[in-house]
């Protein structure tokens, strides 16, 4: 939805039943891009949505619930904090370009 103040986003699944209700955990909206935001949820699921054609896609799974996403300075990119590791995802082919690990 876009209004004359801004942009307001309301993300939400159709009819959630508890087998099948996501909680969002973090969110991030690209600096570099006027319509590119990332979000993780709680089973570990990261998605980019296109705000333009108000279409998602999942670029990744972690094994654990999202902490934390960050776009970094490379254009597509994000960085995805999960438990006690980062991993770094190319959001345009959905490809793991790094991870590292804590103790």
Same mark, same amino acid.
């Given at each position: 939805v876009i209004r004359p103040t801004g942009l307001v986003l309301d993300v939400a699944l159709a009819a959630p039943t508890p087998a099948t209700q996501r909680k969002f955990? !973090?969110?991030a909206f690209a600096a570099h891009d006027d319509h590119l935001v990332c979000f993780g949820d709680s089973t570990g699921a990261v998605f980019t949505m296109h705000l333009k054609s108000n279409r998602y896609t999942l670029v990744a799974r972690v094994s654990q619930p999202v902490s934390d996403i960050a776009f970094v300075s490379e254009k &597509? !990119?994000?960085?995805? !904090?999960? &438990?006690?590791?980062? !991993?770094?995802?190319?959001? &345009? *082919?959905?490809?793991?370009?790094? *991870?590292? *690990?804590?103790?």
């Amino acid at each position: 939805v876009i209004r004359p103040t801004g942009l307001v986003l309301d993300v939400a699944l159709a009819a959630p039943t508890p087998a099948t209700q996501r909680k969002f955990t !973090a969110v991030a909206f690209a600096a570099h891009d006027d319509h590119l935001v990332c979000f993780g949820d709680s089973t570990g699921a990261v998605f980019t949505m296109h705000l333009k054609s108000n279409r998602y896609t999942l670029v990744a799974r972690v094994s654990q619930p999202v902490s934390d996403i960050a776009f970094v300075s490379e254009k &597509g !990119a994000v960085a995805v !904090a999960a &438990g006690m590791a980062v !991993a770094l995802v190319d959001t &345009g *082919r959905g490809k793991q370009l790094g *991870r590292l *690990r804590g103790p």
